[in-house]
């Protein structure tokens, strides 16, 4: 039903700034919350920043304290602020539902490269 196009990413050195966008084809509001997900080649997909269903935030600790999610509902859009990037944040992208039951398809991704 609702479709997910990722954008923002790109090439960027260790200790750079990235802003991901999430641009949803409909309301971002559900009973699922939202997140985002990361896969490095060879490795399953990882959920490294979401809402809650209470409305908070949730961060993998890998990205805690550089990495901050934030939505605008009214766009139909989410968004990650991606600050102190590392080589390891080397993956592309994707946000989708935060809970698996609401997952139903996978948009394209965008691709991070830190390396320098």
């Known amino acids: 039903q609702v479709q997910f196009v990722e954008s923002g990413g790109g090439l960027v050195q260790p200790g750079g700034s990235l802003r991901l966008t999430c641009a949803a084809s409909?309301?971002?509001?559900?009973?699922?919350?939202m997140g985002w997900y990361r896969q490095a080649p060879g490795n399953q997909r990882e959920l490294v920043a979401s809402?809650?269903?209470?409305?908070?935030?949730n961060y993998a600790d890998s990205v805690k304290g550089r990495f901050t999610i934030s939505r605008d509902n009214a766009k139909n859009t989410v968004y990650l602020q991606m600050n102190s990037l590392k080589s390891e944040d080397t993956a592309v992208y994707y946000c989708?539902?935060?809970?698996?039951?609401?997952?139903?398809?996978w948009g394209r991704g965008t691709q991070v490269t830190v390396s320098s």
């Open positions: 989708n539902y935060a809970v698996r039951a609401g997952i139903r398809n």
């Open positions: 809402f809650t269903t209470a409305g908070s935030k």
């Open positions: 409909g309301s971002i509001s559900s009973i699922y919350p």
